[in-house]
């Protein structure tokens, strides 16, 4: 028997107890989140309500479940230092200390090591320690503008702005800057890199990185990358484990940055990473550069991971946990897979909340290897389901080329009533073809 903890209760968290859950293992799965995820607590042993970034209150309740090992779901537990907690009452994690994961959680930190370290991958960068400096000035007028301004911590996916997308003049970076420094005490200035992004995951034990599929990611509210941003609306992946615009070198570079990334972090640190390496890179007419680092599944990639993952997700944690993951063959179903999300009227500045959402019984019917629904922002109360304000219901579509998965997606998604809207565009060919257009150094 195998006893997990889980924290934390979006849907991330709902797709990696599911991932479990199917161990030819036996499991008794724990979860400690915020509030109730009404499908978590019917895959878990007991969801305990309280708060994540409580690290006593981590450790405590993970030493009385006397859990085998922990997975940190998100990006601010993990950010403070939740992984050395419950180190501290003998419970190992499938997620980093709070040393490796400044990773993520100081982008200046992240540009300093890969500088220090001789790692390429990085665009021209300036790093800001003080209110008024004549230096990010500087920085704007050599690059014309084109940057992109990152505040030094962690600000729930908000904490980038992106020259031509979030402003255009000098005041507004300087004021975005100058807000970042007031908070995080830095701010970090980047030339504007050009071309599609995309994601690759790396599963990490400090001594090996295993790749998971490259996925591209879809962060504007509404169709033809209009409107603002939001933690992500849905992503792709095709039947190669890629996207149509990567080369084999470009996943190599990734590779090779990500490697060099995990053993220069072991030695800034003197702690391996172990967990994931959430990649975020961009392929440009210069090549593969990185754009960021995260420390954990990427909410919405971890469906199209864990949906095309053939290995026992509990034998991956157990292997990077004991630094073992060579010793273990991990491989993906070739298939292509489509991921929307089903978001409340108003998502994300003034989203409808406590409005009942119908889920029809023929979502329960479809075909798990066709699609597949996880809810997120979901909650309970008298046996109707709520929408709690953000990103509700993630609906997986998998198939044999994008068309097929795309079709699948939207089959599911007729299952669902309630005021919710998605992008109808994830997933199309003319959405991918019109995108490509803006990049003529493509292959």
């Known amino acids: 028997m195998k006893k997990i903890l889980v924290i934390g209760n979006g849907g991330r968290e709902n797709a990696i107890i599911r991932a479990l859950k199917q161990s030819k293992h036996e499991t008794e799965i724990y979860n400690i989140g915020t509030a109730i995820n009404p499908d978590i607590e019917n895959h878990c042993q007991q969801v305990i309500v309280g708060d994540i970034m409580d690290n006593d209150f981590l450790a405590d309740t993970a030493q009385k479940l006397a859990v085998d090992f ?8 993990i950010g403070n230092g939740a992984v050395d907690a419950l180190l501290s009452v003998g419970v190992k994690s499938f997620a980093p200390t709070k040393k490796c994961a400044q990773l993520e959680s100081s982008k200046s930190f992240t540009r300093n090591l890969l500088e220090k370290y001789n790692i390429e991958g990085s665009p021209e960068f300036y790093v800001s320690t003080q209110a008024e400096d004549k230096q990010r000035a500087d920085f704007f007028a050599r690059h014309n503008g084109q940057i992109v301004v990152k505040a030094d911590g962690l600000l729930g996916g908000k904490g980038v702005l992106v020259a031509g997308d979030h402003f255009t003049t000098l005041a507004e970076a300087e004021e975005f800057a100058q807000k970042s420094i007031e908070k995080f005490g830095k701010v970090v200035l980047e ?10 995951i790396f599963m990490v034990d400090g001594k090996t990185v295993i790749p998971t599929p490259a996925i591209q990611d879809h962060k504007r509210a509404f169709n033809n990358d209009e409107g603002p941003n939001t933690g ?35 030695k800034e640190t003197g702690e391996k990473f172990v967990g994931l390496m959430y990649g975020g890179f961009m392929k440009t007419k210069n090549g593969t550069k990185l754009v960021e680092y995260n ?8 469906y ?3 949906g095309n993952l053939e290995t026992d997700f509990v034998e991956v944690c157990q292997a990077a946990i004991n630094k073992e993951l060579s010793k273990l063959d991990i491989t993906f179903k070739k298939q292509a897979t489509v991921l929307k999300y089903l978001c409340p009227e108003g998502y994300p500045t003034s989203s409808v909340k406590n409005v009942p959402v119908k889920v029809l019984p023929a979502a329960y019917e479809m075909d798990p290897n066709q699609a597949e629904f996880f ?26 080329n994008w068309v097929e998965a795309n079709a699948n997606a939207d089959a599911m998604i007729k299952n669902f009533e ?13 959405y991918w073809e019109n995108k490509m257009k803006r990049f003529p150094f493509l292959p």
């Open 191 to 200: 030339e504007k890199m050009i071309g599609p992004e995309f994601s690759i």
């Open 304 to 306: 199209n991971i864990l």
């Open 232 to 266: 992500g609306m849905g992503t792709v992946s095709d039947e190669n484990n890629s996207l149509p615009f990567l080369e084999d070198s470009d996943l190599a570079t990734a590779k090779k940055i990500t490697e060099q990334t995990m053993h220069a972090l072991e």
């Open 70 to 77: 922990a997975v940190v779901g998100p990006d601010d537990p």
């Open 295 to 302: 420390a954990r599944f990427g909410d919405p990639e971890v």
């Open 418 to 430: 309630g005021p919710m809207f998605y992008r109808t565009d994830i997933g199309t060919t003319e």
């Open 375 to 400: 809810f997120a922002s979901i909650g309970k109360e008298n046996n109707k389901y709520l929408l709690k304000g953000s990103r509700a219901i993630a609906v997986l579509g998998k198939g044999k």
